[in-house]
């Protein structure tokens, strides 16, 4: 992936939910700093199904809002936030598993997060949808993620999309004194 197909802050498109609201689809820009730094934090909080465990400061999520801007500059991620009534309720991105190795330079890594309350309304299906479809328009022919055995929800979200089982890392996570499996999915696109 080398072809950037949205520029930061771009809007991507409208959707309406199943529960009749709009959201609005979109990249992220320098604006969305403390929408994103606070919608981490609630991740966290939840303890959702997510490697992240800690809450990251206001500097270094600056950081990491920087890479990823430069990032979708350069056209090696797609980035997609949802956002309704003005308030930022997801996540997702692909992102070019290793720029640096053009050999692997055809495949994306995706991840995908929605709010507590935002969910089961169809954002994870409609942002998966799109992050496809732009991944595919970016150059990207490969997608992979990996997912905690227990995140049931997740793993129908990814086959509903396409995606296939390819794989298990055994006790890859060690959450509250147990061990959980990761599972690889992967899809050509
Ligand atoms: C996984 C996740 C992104 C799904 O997002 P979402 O916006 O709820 O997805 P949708 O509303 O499009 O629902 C997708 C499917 O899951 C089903 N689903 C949603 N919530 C569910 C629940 N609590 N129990 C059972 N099924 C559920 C929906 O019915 C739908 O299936 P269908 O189309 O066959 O009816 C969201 O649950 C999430 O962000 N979880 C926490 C973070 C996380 O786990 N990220 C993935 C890490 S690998």
Avoid: C
């Amino acid at each position: 992936m080398s072809i950037r197909v949205l520029r930061p802050g771009q809007t991507y498109r409208e959707v309406t939910l199943k529960d009749g609201r709009t959201a609005i689809l979109r990249t992220p820009d320098w604006h969305d700093l403390d929408a994103l730094l606070a919608f981490i934090a609630e991740l966290v909080d939840e303890r959702a199904e997510i490697l992240r465990t800690t809450k990251p400061s206001r500097e270094e999520e600056a950081e990491w809002l920087g890479r990823r801007l430069a990032s979708i500059e350069k056209g090696n991620s797609v980035v997609l936030v949802a956002e309704i009534n003005g308030r930022l309720v997801a996540n997702s991105e692909v992102e070019q598993r290793a720029p640096q190795f053009p050999e692997m330079s055809h495949v994306g890594v995706l991840g995908i997060s929605v709010l507590k309350n935002d969910r089961g309304v169809g954002l994870g299906t409609v942002l998966m949808e799109s992050l496809i479809k732009l991944a595919k328009q970016a150059g990207l022919k490969v997608l992979i993620l990996d997912t905690f055995a227990t995140n049931k929800v997740a793993q129908h979200l990814y086959k509903k999309a396409g995606f296939v089982e390819v794989g298990k890392i055994p006790k890859a996570i060690h959450r509250d004194g147990n061990y959980i499996d990761l599972i690889r999915f992967a899809i050509e696109i």
